[in-house]
């Protein structure tokens, strides 16, 4: 999950800068470019990537697949992963509200430019893989899951607030590395210990996983905006108590430090942890 978290860090570094430099030629080359390249990942994908469900707990495909119904998400947020989707709600909703409005933030306390504005992101991109695919590895074999993900939930709240006060570029930058520090440890965290408790429905689970993390996707962004409109600090602070809560949860409903082989036989009988 690591390393798969510092694929797309790097993808957050050079995407932006050649999008820029395409952009100068175009605006609609940058379009085309990415539709190229995700036509490529499609046939990489169909050709490289092995099926890693066992063939015995593969459905049969006689009929189409159903359409999802909603009330298996509550059914989800009772089973041994519903409190994981929480998190992954929550720390969505915190990461969108703050890439929802910095650009306009920056540029209405401190008139940040495109320059300034294309550095931090390059930073947010150099951090998130440097700490995904070097630290997050060795962060969880030491500490496991779960000691990491109230780590960050924790981390996140305290940087996510210090955005706020930040009263130079250095400042910002600095806290700004320090919050996606702290959520890059977590995303992977997440995503590991769903997929250790889901056993054998691992891409049940880790699709669940995607869809609470697209309904933060949807509430952080409307959140940021209409609050930037109340005060210009009020995303970051609101942000930060949303990561406090979600630090909160795991505090009260997720073990210690988990070995594997206890959160797999675990699997089989809901729990609230």
Known sequence: MGILGAAVGLGTIFGPALGGLLAGESLSTPFFIAGGMSILALFLTWILLPESLPKDSRRASERKIPIPELHLWWQALSSPIGILLVLAFILTC????????????????????????????????????????????????????????????????????????????????????????????????????????????????????????????????????????????????SGALVMLIGFIISLIWLRGNEPAAAIQKEGDQPSPS
Do not use: C, H
Not at 126 to 151: D, M, N, Y
Not at 187 to 201: C, F, G, M, V
């Open 94 to 237: 915190g990461l969108m509200i703050f890439y929802g409005i910095f650009g306009l933030y920056a540029l209405e306390r401190f008139g940040f430019g495109p320059e300034e504005v294309g550095i931090i992101f390059m930073v947010v991109g150099l951090v998130s893989a440097i700490t995904q695919g070097i630290l997050t590895g060795p962060l969880t074999r030491r500490w496991g899951e779960s000691l990491v993900i109230k780590i960050g939930m924790f981390g996140s709240a305290v940087s996510l607030f210090l955005i706020a006060w930040a009263e130079n570029y250095w400042a910002v930058l600095i806290t700004i590395g320090l919050f996606v520090f702290m959520t890059a440890i977590l995303t992977p965290a997440i995503s590991s210990l769903t997929s250790k408790r889901a056993e054998t429905q691992q891409g049940m689970a880790m699709g669940l996983s995607n869809s609470f993390m697209s309904l933060g996707r949807i509430a952080g962004p409307l959140w940021a905006g209409f609050a930037l409109d109340l005060n210009l600090i009020l995303p970051f602070t």
